[in-house]
């Protein structure tokens, strides 16, 4: 009987075992299930996405209001390093490649010495970067051109503006009565 139940529990391992290798095998490299179902994975993002069109509006001698309207508020500030304000910049996203950036201002006082950064992406390398759809877009033409503008019927005369009748002449009385 002993035997028997020895050997019903190797058997049951061994299937066991079978199936747990079979499933991993059918899992694909991108963490795909079956290539079919993805699991959901949270985005992080961490910081001011400094770009650099916002890093060159930023000139010596302007104060930290002005730097902080530009860039808005720093990650870091320390209280043993009052001169220094760090801009770092972290995104993970699904799709996407994950991107790190730092940005350093440093400050004599009130008014900032120099900015020290990474290699910044322009405003649309940054969008075009965390794009995960990449799909075509049509841009939407914003200007008529001058055939465009021929084509266009000629806009209707306004009617002559008829003066309003002048309002009523009303008597209010004063506000204080009248000293005599």
Request: charged share 25%; with cysteine; hydrophobic share 40%.
């Amino acid at each position: 009987m002993s035997l028997i139940l020895s050997w019903a529990c190797r058997a049951g391992l061994a299937v066991t075992l079978g199936s747990l290798a079979a499933c991993s095998s059918l899992q694909s490299t991108e963490d795909n299930f079956l290539g079919v179902i993805t699991p959901y994975r949270v985005e992080v993002v961490q910081g001011n996405v400094v770009t650099r069109e916002m890093a060159a509006a930023i000139r010596p001698g302007m104060s930290r209001t002005q730097v902080r309207d530009i860039l808005g508020s720093p990650l870091l500030t320390d209280i043993f390093h009052a001169d220094r304000w760090d801009y770092l910049f972290t995104i993970r996203r699904q799709g996407a490649q994950p991107q790190r950036r730092r940005v350093t201002a440093w400050f004599d006082g009130e008014q900032l010495t120099r900015l020290e950064a990474d290699d910044l992406p322009s405003e649309k390398e940054f969008v075009d970067s965390i794009d995960t759809f990449k799909r075509s877009r049509k841009v939407p033409q914003l200007a008529l051109t001058e055939e465009q503008l021929k084509a266009l019927p000629a806009p209707a005369p306004r009617p002559a503006e008829e003066t309003p009748p002048p309002a009523p002449l009303r008597s209010y009385p004063p506000l204080e009565p009248s000293g005599g």
